[in-house]
Nanobody
Framework: VQLQASGGGLVQAGGSLRLSCAASGRTFSRYDMGWLRQAPGKEREFVAA????????YYADSVKDRFTISRDNAKNQVYLQMNSLKPEDTAVYYCARYRGGLDKSHASEYDYWGQGTLVTVSS
């Protein structure tokens, strides 16, 4: 399984970005997927996750009502629409496959990771 994240960049506070994650392989649609991020000097943290069929979504409190996760299983893609961006959203964003477990907010429960895409929000 290979995951390729894209769409990061520099944006002013209040702006928007859409991240994409392309997945290889024929099992993409069987797995829940997530986006996690890591800011400089901080631990990797959960941002959002989506169930295998897109029917259930999960969000960190810090991004709820601003970010939207979605997926297109026909295209093997997962997306993260980020609106009303804040400087504290600055981080490298990773898409990852959820292998299963008790809590989707735990980075340890993701088994395959993309290379990350940098999002920088200026004030």
């Amino acid at each position: 399984v290979q995951l390729q994240a894209s769409g990061g960049g520099l944006v002013q506070a209040g702006g928007s970005l859409r991240l994409s994650c392309a997945a290889s392989g024929r099992t993409f649609s069987r797995y829940d997927m997530g986006w996690l991020r890591q800011a400089p000097g901080k631990e990797r943290e959960f941002v959002a996750a989506i169930s295998w069929n897109g029917g259930i979504t999960y969000y960190a409190d810090s991004v709820k009502d601003r970010f939207t996760i979605s997926r297109d299983n026909a295209k093997n893609q997962v997306y993260l629409q980020m609106n009303s961006l804040k400087p504290e959203d600055t981080a490298v964003y990773y898409c990852a496959r959820y292998r299963g477990g008790l809590d989707k907010s735990h980075a340890s429960e993701y088994d395959y990771w993309g290379q990350g895409t940098l999002v920088t929000v200026s004030s």
